[in-house]
């Protein structure tokens, strides 16, 4: 077959751009499937001077010895219920105050949104402090409780970030004919905005939850025993058992892969969640 | 909400003009003179400096280079970018625990690869995380790694939406590719530009969990952070004012940063057309 000169170009352009592309897509995949090819590995070879890509053999000492070691399944519930509870609560929070503070345009609400991006910009670390001293006050310290009202308090100023952009798409008139059909504001809000909002909702949903199963800071702060999270739980392997690394691989590569399968197949709303914020004018 | 952002701002202002040592003396600004003199807190700050102009100007490079490859559309470019989202919802700290593995002095693989090809004399011909020089460098490679993808992505959402009709027309004027990429590309896509490196800037400012993994701030305050510093003079040292005082400069320097940043950079009313 006989390419045209042109074309011939262009066919040798489009390999190029994809061979580059697969290279830096090999190394930013490498360190993960690393990870993973490690858990997989006999704990004496994880810590092998001559470390080797490929396991000599698959094997699953290491995921027992992770469960031998450390209450694994009762951190997964803890980080669960509390990102699980928390994101509920700041979607339920955040969603009404975006709709308030979108439909209501007042100076009000322009100095609320103002604070709402104020407090993104304040390092977790510097809230830390006091918060440490309010849980402990309050008696909440290493409760679940304490890291739902935590998560939720850091998460409702994003959903109302999101959520206002959502809103903002939506026409007046919506609502407005939800009003004539006597639904009062909060009615109209439950059965017209919330269902049209859907998308919005679950792509900030997805966002809320990761900022929580992710926290480490919060969680190691608050928690000692009975709440303590995924994070804090793999982070001790650091400490306690400095020599274990190859349970705490099997933890690591554990923690990450539901997130990781779920951010494949949630593609379209990660990525419209992402660049909303930064795309829209 | 309030009771747990707004309070405990009030409480952490109030905590920097406390004494470390009996928390109802009131010491005025002597916490805020202390930090702003102490040596260890410049260091620390050089130290942010160094690592979030290093850390998102890299993203930024490669995030957009990538970008760019990705938007010509070529076959397989859905799953290149579908993959290349991996690191992308890893948290910061498994993202410190792989990088703090792979670049172990014992068994690190980075240094048995760099061996291989006869880049370094031995295997553990750089202490990538105890060696001072190289541990900054270190902690900023895992940082690029794991927020790459949230640049690249963001990017090339911008990049998509410039109308095909400008490069079209640019190249009826003869236009070549890096004058199509420096006066179509790049101003229409700033605005998105300037929100992402600025949202990176702030969390690449605040970064603690990737640095405690792998360096707690070590070896000899090399990568300690104003984060890290803040955390132990709280957790070790038990330095409640001091460390609030830290964490109200901090915040003010960031605000600064920020609102200069956005103020100059970003004009979202012109859009170059």
């Known amino acids: 077959m006989m390419l045209h000169p042109a074309s011939h170009k262009l066919v040798m352009q489009r390999f190029i751009l994809f061979a580059i592309s697969f290279a830096l897509l090999c190394l930013f995949i490498f360190p993960y499937l690393y990870l993973v090819l490690n858990s997989f590995k006999p704990p004496g070879e994880v810590i092998s001077s001559t470390p080797t890509f490929w396991p000599t053999v698959f094997t699953l000492e290491n995921y027992i010895a992770m469960f031998d070691q450390l209450a694994i399944g009762k951190y997964f519930g803890n980080s669960f219920i509390a990102s699980a509870l928390s994101t509920i609560l700041s979607i339920f929070l955040g ?11 007042s100076k009000i609400s322009t100095v609320f949104l103002l604070i709402t991006l104020g407090i993104r910009l304040i390092p977790g670390i510097s809230v830390a402090i006091p918060l440490y001293r309010i849980i402990g006050d309050f008696g909440l310290m290493d409760t679940q409780l304490a890291l739902i009202l935590v998560y939720s308090s850091i998460n409702v100023p994003f959903v109302i970030w999101m959520m206002m952009g959502f809103f903002d798409g939506l026409p007046k008139e919506l609502d407005e004919s939800a009003r004539v059909d006597g639904c009062g504001m909060l009615g109209a809000f439950m059965r017209i905005i919330i269902p049209i909002s859907m998308p919005g909702l679950a792509t900030t949903a997805i966002f809320s939850f990761m900022l929580s199963w992710n926290d480490f800071l919060f969680a190691l702060l608050l928690t000692s025993t009975s709440a303590k999270t995924v994070p804090v739980g793999i982070s001790e392997f650091l400490t306690a058992y400095n020599l274990d690394l190859g349970p705490m691989t099997a933890a690591a590569a554990l923690f990450s892969l539901p997130v990781m399968l779920f951010s494949y197949f949630m593609q379209k709303y990660i990525v419209s969640g992402l660049t909303m914020g930064a795309v829209k004018e | 909400m309030s009771l747990f952002f707004i309070y405990p701002m009030f409480l952490l202002a109030a905590n920097s003009f406390l004494s470390n040592k009996d928390t109802s003396e009131w010491v005025g600004f002597h916490n805020y003179i202390h930090v702003l003199t102490s040596k260890s807190f410049h260091q620390t700050l050089l130290n942010t400096v160094n690592y979030v102009l290093g850390a998102v100007t890299l993203e930024l490079a490669i995030g957009m280079m990538i970008a760019l490859m990705l938007s010509t ?21 498994v993202c410190g625990l792989v990088w703090k593995f792979m670049l172990n002095d014992q068994f690190g693989i980075l240094n048995v690869f760099l061996y291989k090809v006869g880049l370094i004399d031995t295997p ?31 990017l090339l959402a911008g990049i998509n939406g410039i109308p095909q009709r400008l490069y079209e027309a640019a190249q009826l004027d003869g236009a070549n590719k890096f004058q199509r990429f420096w006066h179509i590309t790049l101003p229409s896509i700033k605005s998105v530009m300037v929100v992402a490196v600025v949202l990176r800037m702030i969390d690449a400012a605040r970064t603690f969990d990737i640095i405690w993994v792998m360096t707690q701030g070590g070896p000899n305050n090399s990568t300690a952070l104003v984060s890290t510093a803040i955390y132990k003079s709280l957790a070790r040292y038990n330095q409640e004012g001091y460390a609030s005082a830290m964490a109200i400069i901090f915040m003010i320097l960031l605000l600064g ?10 004009n979202p009313g012109k859009k170059a057309s």
């Not at chain 1, 969603?95 to 345009?105: E, H, K, M, P």
């Open chain 1, 95 to 105: 969603s009404l105050a975006a709709y308030g503070l979108n439909r209501f345009q």
């Open chain 2, 73 to 93: 559309g070529f076959k397989g470019s859905n799953v290149i970018r579908t993959l290349m989202l991996t690191p992308l919802m890893i948290s910061p700290l």
């Open chain 2, 124 to 154: 553990q011909g750089i202490l990538w995380l105890s060696d001072s020089r190289y541990a900054l460098i270190s902690v900023m490679m895992a940082d690029i790694w794991l927020t790459t993808p949230f640049m690249m992505l963001v």
């Open chain 2, 257 to 266: 940063i920020c609102s200069v940043f956005l103020k100059y950079f970003w």
